[in-house]
């Protein structure tokens, strides 16, 4: 595995700010699924349980530090997607 470590940017969504957050090298294909994953669930492109995307899209990543990258990614996007409204 590389360990360079390299920046990886979550784009802002719907007025939320994004983020750049540096991981192993070998982690950003892992966050960039994570945030896709959940993309597609907001988009309504996947109607399952949103927890049921999370559990079964990570345990499909090998390594434990990339499961962790997709979890960042997945939830990143999900905060961005979720309007301040919809907490009330």
Known sequence: MNKGIIATTLPSYQGHPGLTIAWAQDCRPAFNQGVQA???WLTGNRRNWLWAAL???REEIPAEI????????FLSRLHQGVSLSDKT
């Open 66 to 73: 990339q499961r962790r990258a997709f979890e960042v990614g």
């Open 55 to 57: 559990i079964f899209e």
């Open 38 to 40: 959940v993309q597609a």
